[in-house]
């Protein structure tokens, strides 16, 4: 079984910064060869994609924070950043940090960001 367990969420005014953390333990072979990534559910949306840090092919960021928000991973940690910037209201809403093995995902319990106007 794989735990994931988010933190660094908060309340911070618009134009503000946040640092995301997620930390990955359990019966994952090996870390450095499954993707982490990053989630939200807004209010009123779906769950959508944020960020990616594939395990070969680099990262990969939605539109709506490219520019603005920073994947990173430390495999020795089996952990896994989202440094985001200039934040806007409209990114209001909770991050789950996600991850994959042979075809079955695994999620957090996700980590409330709130972004002031």
């Known amino acids: 079984q794989v735990q994931l367990v988010e933190s660094g969420g908060g309340l911070v005014q618009a134009g503000g910064s946040l640092r995301l953390t997620c930390v990955v333990s359990g019966t994952i072979e090996s870390i450095s060869t499954v993707p982490l990534g990053w989630h939200r559910q807004t209010p009123g949306k779906q769950r959508e994609f944020v960020a990616l840090?594939?395990?070969?092919?680099?990262?990969t960021y939605s539109g709506a924070v490219k520019g603005r928000f920073t994947i990173t991973r430390d495999n020795a940690k089996s952990t896994v950043y989202l440094d985001m910037k200039n934040l806007k209201p409209e990114d209001t809403g909770v991050y789950y940090c996600v991850t994959s093995e042979r075809g079955v995902s695994s999620w957090g319990q996700g980590t409330q960001v709130t972004v002031s106007s």
């Open positions: 840090a594939s395990a070969v092919d680099g990262n």
